[in-house]
Each structure stands twice: as C-alpha cells, then as structure tokens.
C-alpha cells in the first residue's frame, strides 16, 4: 500500500488570502448597515420643535464627534451627512453615534411626547434585533 500525500499549502494561502480579505469587508458591510439602520431610525424618532435635536445627531470614526449643532427639523441634512461618515468605514473601525444637545437626555427619557419612549435605546434595539 503506498502513502497518499498532498501539498495543501497553496490550499491554505487562498484561504488565508480570502479571510485577510474578504472577511474585513463583510464585517464592514455589516456595520454599516447597522450603524445606518441605528442613525436613520435614531434621527427621525427624535422629537421636533425648532429641529435642534434632530440635527444635533453627529457621525465619527474612532473618536467622539465634536461640533455644532445645526438645526436640521427634516433630518435629511443630518442622515447625510452621517452616512458620508459611515460610508468611509474601514474595517476594524468604531463608529460613534453622538447628540452633544444639552437636554437630549431628558429627550431619551421620554419627556417629548413625540417621542415617549425615547429615541437612541429603542433604534439601537430594534435595528440590533434585526441582526439577531
């Protein structure tokens, strides 16, 4: 009986050439939908009077957005310019999702009855939901 051998090395470096690329793209493709998902549904849950809180929402990759908040009462400026951000993601990256407005804590705790329930806690649950 002979011994049956095989060179699987050429095997193993498309697989390893597929993970080291393949598997960070998909991991930001994932990302970006939920970090998509969780501002979209986060901007137009936010309850609107002069449009200060919805366009407070801010976008960063790997650090905390600073800067100032525009009024933006339809949130279209504000979803775009978030998603530009979220679209630049590469892999490994965090995205930070942020409302610097002073008073967006009693916002999330329910204090608009726009938004009785809050706004960032129920997005981030639905849309994770969704990702079982």
Same mark, same amino acid.
């Given at each position: 009986m002979t011994a049956l051998t095989v060179d699987v090395s050429e095997f193993n470096r498309k697989v390893r050439e597929f993970a080291e690329k393949a598997v960070p793209a998909q991991l930001v493709q994932h990302q970006q939908k939920i970090a998509l998902g969780i501002l979209k549904k986060v901007i137009?849950? *936010?309850p609107v009077r002069y449009g200060r809180a919805r366009g407070g929402w801010q976008v960063d990759i790997d650090k905390l957005? *600073?800067?100032d908040t525009p009024l933006d009462k *339809?949130?279209?400026r504000t979803l775009t310019k978030g998603t530009n951000k979220i679209l630049k993601l590469h892999p490994f990256q965090s995205v930070l999702i942020v409302n610097n407005v #002073?008073?967006?804590i009693y916002l999330e705790g329910g204090s608009s #009855?726009?938004?009785a329930e809050g706004m960032l806690g129920i997005s981030v649950q639905e849309v994770t939901s969704q990702f079982g």
């Open positions: 137009f849950k *936010t957005p *600073t800067g *339809t949130g279209n #002073e008073y967006i #009855e726009q938004a």
